[in-house]
């Protein structure tokens, strides 16, 4: 073979040429952030700018804006994360419990939850896991084709360096060339 066969782990690379070092290049760019060596995710920080509010007040700015029936279905979706945590929707946030907050931004995994939401003029009951407010955002970011939803929701994102290249914009093999 003419191929470079690393025995560590069994596999083997083309011939590695200068265009593999560059992040400009896609054959050496970080398949995650495509170069740039940063990322755009989702800030608690911007998402709940004013720790003094409570949920009641609107702590989570990005559910407080939208219609009436988005506002209304997602302040029952927290008085029903509310009331499985065992807190009060006047609490201010910064008084929150860390495990509380924590399901709040990233859902509650494989615990369920019973949700309450008006439907049709009654009251209908749902038991599902809690999917958090920051994969709400993500999934509402990546799935909208609206660019008006997009640009909204890119204001409760900031820039952070890249898990999978720690920011240096390579991909990882060619990074661990020595």
Request: net charge positive; aromatic share 10%; with cysteine.
């Amino acid at each position: 073979s003419n191929r470079n066969f690393s025995p560590a782990t069994g596999k083997s690379y083309e011939p590695l040429t200068p265009k593999h070092f560059s992040f400009n290049a896609p054959t050496g760019a970080c398949p995650v952030c495509h170069g740039l060596g940063q990322k755009m995710v989702f800030d608690e920080g911007l998402i709940v700018p004013n720790a003094e509010k409570s949920l009641e007040q609107g702590a989570v700015l990005p559910w407080r804006r939208g219609g009436k029936r988005m506002i209304v279905y997602y302040k029952s979706m927290l008085k029903s994360v509310a009331a499985h945590g065992g807190v009060s929707l006047e609490t201010p946030y910064k008084d929150l419990p860390d495990e509380f907050k924590r399901i709040l931004m990233h859902g509650s995994g494989e615990t369920e939850m019973e949700f309450s939401f008006w439907r049709a003029g009654k009251v209908s009951n749902i038991k599902r896991p809690f999917e958090g407010v920051i994969p709400n955002l993500e999934r509402l970011y990546h799935d909208s084709e609206s660019e008006f939803t997009r640009n909204r929701l890119k204001s409760f994102m900031s820039p952070q360096f890249c898990d999978a290249c720690d920011g240096r914009r390579l991909k990882p093999d060619i990074l661990a060339v020595t």
